[in-house]
């Protein structure tokens, strides 16, 4: 029997990510790697402590469906501390396994078959796969390259609604284009929800990881609070992505349908990493815009570097990425440019095209900036070496 016959018809289709594909082709060609996001320098070492101490004094087996009471209480006090926004803990707050289980659960748990999901384009691969895992049709609206940014168009989403659409999936700050959400954009997103009583699932997960432009959750906007799932984890903004160490907070009727998802997922997880989270979010509430700054000054010079090698650079408001428009180097997409770039230049890059249902991505490459600046270095000094064009 093929692959294909064995494969469940929910998963056809869907190719495997990108991301293990490109860090496995770095480690077979010896490259720098800046295709996927993940620092090479771990978090706080105060964080990792609490997590050997909660191993050694018994936090070794499953813990509550929702999550440890006190990374629940820790999240709560983080929104209301940064955000403003008041959650009951017991109720409005779940742990889940990274933000991609907290995205799983809240498709599988909120959407029914044929109901359609609104994502903005480029899209995070996860968004789709889950999408269509439950039964769901993805609409997309294209992030329009505008300013040397990339931005929404109010009318492009009122556009996508249709009599089906029961979601709207937004991430902000947006991974891939590093794009940070406008308040007169959220607004837009505001409006529509409202008018057509949608659900509003946004990632978060780079919500402190911003250069100079202020993240404002959906869930603050006037009468979103009741139709807003927040998601965010420790995994971005404390430099533990490998922890898996994730939330999804709202409503109750929200979350609870996260935990009804989630409950036959992993059922629970990381039970001595859940309260080194809490300590990380209690204790060391300035760590993240010390990363931030710190990206900032290795998001110049990549951004720089690129730009010196006459590559169009959008340089971000967030995140751990750049993008950059290939167009005038002569490949017929990304996609061939980066698997090729390995062997000609030793180092690797992520194309978006496969982030896109619309052609507007097919030139478009992502770069990681949040490794260390020798690394970043070396890979432009790599990338100028060699012959970039097709």
Same mark, same amino acid.
């Given at each position: 029997?093929?692959?294909?016959?064995?494969?469940?018809?929910?998963?056809?289709?869907?190719?495997?990510?990108?991301?293990?594909?490109?860090?496995?082709?770095? @480690?077979?060609?010896?490259?720098?790697? !800046?295709?996927?996001? *993940?620092?090479?320098?771990?978090?706080?070492?105060?964080?990792?402590?609490?997590?050997?101490?909660?191993?050694?004094?018994?936090?070794?087996?499953?813990?509550?469906?929702?999550?440890?009471?006190?990374?629940?209480?820790?999240?709560?006090?983080?929104?209301?501390?940064?955000?403003?926004?008041?959650?009951?803990?017991?109720?409005?707050?779940?742990?889940?396994?990274?933000?991609?289980?907290?995205?799983?659960?809240?498709?599988?748990? !909120?959407?029914?078959?044929?109901?359609?999901?609104?994502?903005?384009?480029?899209?995070?691969?996860?968004?789709?796969?889950?999408?269509?895992?439950?039964?769901?049709?993805?609409?997309?609206?294209? !992030?329009?390259?505008?300013?040397?940014? *990339?931005?929404?168009?109010?009318?492009?989403?009122?556009?996508?609604?249709?009599?089906?659409?029961?979601?709207?999936?937004?991430?902000?700050?947006?991974?891939?284009?590093?794009?940070?959400?406008?308040?007169?954009?959220?607004?837009? @997103?505001?409006?529509?929800?409202?008018?057509?009583?949608?659900?509003?699932?946004?990632?978060?997960?780079?919500?402190?990881?911003?250069?100079?432009?202020?993240?404002?959750?959906?869930?603050?906007?006037?009468?979103? *609070?009741?139709?807003?799932?927040?998601?965010?984890?420790?995994?971005?903004?404390?430099?533990?992505?490998?922890?898996? @160490?994730?939330?999804?907070?709202?409503?109750?009727?929200?979350?609870?349908?996260?935990?009804?998802?989630?409950?036959?997922?992993?059922?629970?997880?990381?039970?001595?990493?859940?309260?080194?989270?809490?300590?990380?979010?209690?204790?060391?509430?300035?760590?993240?815009?010390?990363?931030?700054?710190?990206?900032?000054?290795?998001?110049?010079?990549?951004?720089?570097?690129?730009?010196? !090698?006459?590559?169009?650079?959008?340089?971000?408001?967030?995140?751990?990425?750049?993008?950059?428009?290939?167009?005038?180097?002569?490949?017929?997409?990304?996609?061939?440019?980066?698997?090729?770039?390995?062997?000609?230049?030793?180092?690797?890059?992520?194309?978006?095209?496969? *982030?896109?249902?619309?052609?507007?991505?097919?030139?478009?490459?992502?770069?990681?900036?949040?490794?260390?600046?020798?690394?970043?270095?070396?890979?432009?000094?790599?990338?100028?070496?060699?012959?970039?064009?097709?």
């Amino acid at each position: 029997m093929t692959a294909s016959r064995l494969t469940a018809t929910r998963l056809q289709g869907i190719p495997p990510t990108i991301f293990t594909e490109m860090s496995a082709l770095a @480690v077979r060609t010896g490259a720098v790697n !800046l295709g996927q996001g *993940f620092p090479d320098v771990d978090g706080p070492e105060a964080v990792i402590k609490r997590a050997v101490e909660a191993l050694e004094t018994g936090a070794n087996q499953y813990t509550p469906g929702p999550g440890v009471p006190a990374l629940r209480e820790a999240v709560a006090r983080h929104q209301h501390r940064n955000y403003g926004i008041e959650l009951d803990p017991m109720t409005q707050v779940v742990a889940t396994t990274g933000a991609t289980e907290g995205i799983a659960a809240a498709i599988l748990g !909120l959407v029914n078959p044929g109901d359609e999901v609104i994502v903005l384009e480029p899209y995070y691969d996860s968004y789709v796969a889950m999408i269509q895992m439950a039964g769901g049709v993805r609409r997309a609206v294209t !992030l329009r390259p505008e300013g040397g940014s *990339f931005r929404l168009h109010a009318d492009d989403l009122r556009a996508a609604v249709t009599p089906r659409t029961r979601m709207i999936l937004v991430n902000t700050p947006h991974n891939p284009t590093g794009t940070v959400l406008s308040r007169d954009e959220l607004g837009a @997103v505001a409006e529509v929800a409202t008018a057509h009583d949608l659900v509003v699932v946004t990632d978060e997960v780079y919500e402190h990881l911003t250069f100079g432009i202020p993240h404002v959750p959906v869930a603050t906007l006037p009468g979103m *609070f009741e139709r807003t799932l927040t998601l965010s984890s420790i995994g971005k903004s404390y430099s533990f992505t490998g922890w898996k @160490v994730g939330w999804a907070t709202g409503p109750q009727e929200l979350v609870g349908a996260v935990l009804a998802a989630k409950q036959w997922l992993t059922f629970v997880s990381g039970a001595p990493l859940q309260p080194a989270a809490a300590y990380a979010l209690d204790e060391l509430g300035s760590w993240p815009s010390e990363l931030a700054a710190d990206l900032r000054g290795r998001r110049d010079l990549l951004c720089a570097g690129l730009g010196e !090698l006459g590559l169009r650079v959008s340089v971000p408001d967030a995140t751990y990425f750049a993008v950059t428009d290939i167009s005038d180097l002569g490949w017929p997409d990304g996609d061939t440019f980066c698997r090729a770039l390995p062997e000609r230049a030793g180092v690797v890059a992520i194309p978006l095209q496969g *982030f896109y249902d619309s052609d507007a991505g097919r030139q478009l490459v992502r770069w990681t900036f949040c490794k260390r600046p020798e690394v970043i270095e070396e890979a432009v000094v790599r990338l100028g070496k060699a012959d970039l064009s097709a």
